[in-house]
Structures are given as C-alpha cells and as structure tokens.
C-alpha cells in the first residue's frame, strides 16, 4: 500500500513513524532466533513427512509476538524455496 505522508497529520505520521521504528527494533534483535527457528522447523520435515505442514502451522500460531511469527514464517518460506 503506498500512501503519501504529506497527507497525514504530524499526530498520525509520528505514529506511523513509531511503528516502524519499534517492527525495525523487532526485526534487529530477533533475526538470529527467527533464523534458528526456521531451521529448526525445516529440520523436521523427513520426521514428520505428510504432517509437517500442519506441524509448522500450529507452532507459528503458538508463536509470539505475531510479528515474529511472521518473521519465522518468511525464512521458512525462503529455506524452502531455496531447497528447491
């Protein structure tokens, strides 16, 4: 979604602004577990074989924040894509 600034209220753009500082945070300190995480849930993919998927969906549910979970999410998207 692409929006200009300019159109917002300094109110509403700080807001904007401290969101994405606090996803930047986020992303900075727990890149490295989101990492091992994913190689973790890819790691049991020949044990679980035709239940995994639905294996790695209930551990991203049970993870928290949800931003994190997204986080995990999108490196086992890339591992698995580049398994392929």
């Given amino acids: 979604m692409s929006f200009n600034l300019a159109n917002r209220s300094l109110a509403e753009r700080a807001t904007l602004e401290d969101e994405k500082s606090r996803l930047f945070e986020l992303w900075q300190a727990n890149l490295g577990k989101a990492k091992a995480d994913a190689s973790r849930l890819i790691g049991e993919k020949a044990k679980r074989k035709g239940k995994w998927s ?30 392929r």
């Fill in 54 to 83: 639905e294996w790695v969906r209930s551990e991203l549910d049970g993870m928290t924040p949800p931003e994190y979970a997204n986080m995990v999410r999108a490196e086992v998207n890339r591992l698995m894509a580049a398994a």
